[in-house]
T-cell receptor, first 116, second 113 residues
Framework: AQTVTQSQPEMSVQEAETVTLSCTYDTSENNYYLFWYKQPPSRQMILVIR??????QNATENRFSVNFQKAAKSFSLKISDSQLGDTAMYFCAFMKRETSGSRLTFGEGTQLTVNP | DTEVTQTPKHLVMGMTNKKSLKCEQHMGHRAMYWYKQKAKKPPELMFV???????INESVPSRFSPECPNSSLLNLHLHALQPEDSALYLC????????????FGEGSWLTVV
């Protein structure tokens, strides 16, 4: 079974600064996907970024980038130029490919607060 | 903006009521999901439909009954629920069950009284 660990229950950052959220996972799989989702107070789960395990290049999406260390099983999220709208719960998630259906295994989440 | 639409946004029901949550996606996806999320917890998978057929049931109690009328629609029928079933119910979809990214709707807040 896969496990995902987010060791920072809460973090805060000043507007316009950079913050990094940590995520580690445990799996024996070689082919899998990793995701960061954000869930603002509205509670909609929004995809932030996706990483395919076979790709060595770290994924980036505008101000969001990841540091994917496959051997260390680490998948951190860096948010640059933080904005007030980035305030949300951030979930790291693992998915392995299964024929019966894709299961997302989530970490417990990190509550990020961006302060003005 | 999400392309997975859920109705109603909020639902309050008694323990003897029968109600349904509805979900619709307009992305041509062939896999659809129901997740349950309690406060301050990550979502938990309940059901997966692939090509309109139930492919995963995560040992969910029978008082929750999913239905997939067609590839765009997913329902969750609720009957004889308990107060502990109060939660946010998230619908999601992906291109296929084996194809990576899952997109979520805004959720339906359910309160059982």
């Amino acid at each position: 079974a896969q496990t995902v660990t987010q060791s920072q229950p809460e973090m805060s950052v000043q507007e316009a600064e950079t913050v990094t959220l940590s995520c580690t996972y445990d799996t024996s799989e070689n082919n899998y996907y990793l995701f960061w989702y954000k869930q603002p107070p509205s509670r909609q789960m929004i995809l932030v970024i996706r990483q395919e395990a076979y790709k060595q290049q770290n994924a980036t999406e505008n101000r969001f980038s990841v540091n994917f260390q496959k051997a260390a099983k680490s998948f951190s999220l860096k948010i640059s130029d933080s904005q007030l709208g980035d305030t949300a719960m951030y979930f790291c998630a693992f998915m392995k490919r299964e024929t019966s259906g894709s299961r997302l295994t989530f970490g417990e989440g990190t509550q990020l607060t961006v302060n003005p | 903006d999400t392309e997975v639409t859920q109705t109603p946004k909020h639902l309050v029901m008694g323990m003897t009521n029968k109600k349904s949550l509805k979900c619709e996606q307009h992305m041509g996806h062939r896999a659809m999901y129901w997740y349950k999320q309690k406060a301050k917890k990550p979502p938990e998978l309940m059901f997966v439909y692939s090509y309109e057929k139930l492919s995963i049931n995560e040992s969910v109690p029978s008082r929750f009954s999913p239905e997939c009328p067609n590839s765009s629609l997913l329902n969750l029928h609720l009957h004889a629920l308990q107060p502990e079933d109060s939660a946010l119910y998230l619908c999601a979809s992906s291109q296929e069950v084996t194809r990576n990214t899952i997109y979520f709707g805004e959720g339906s807040w359910l309160t059982v009284v």
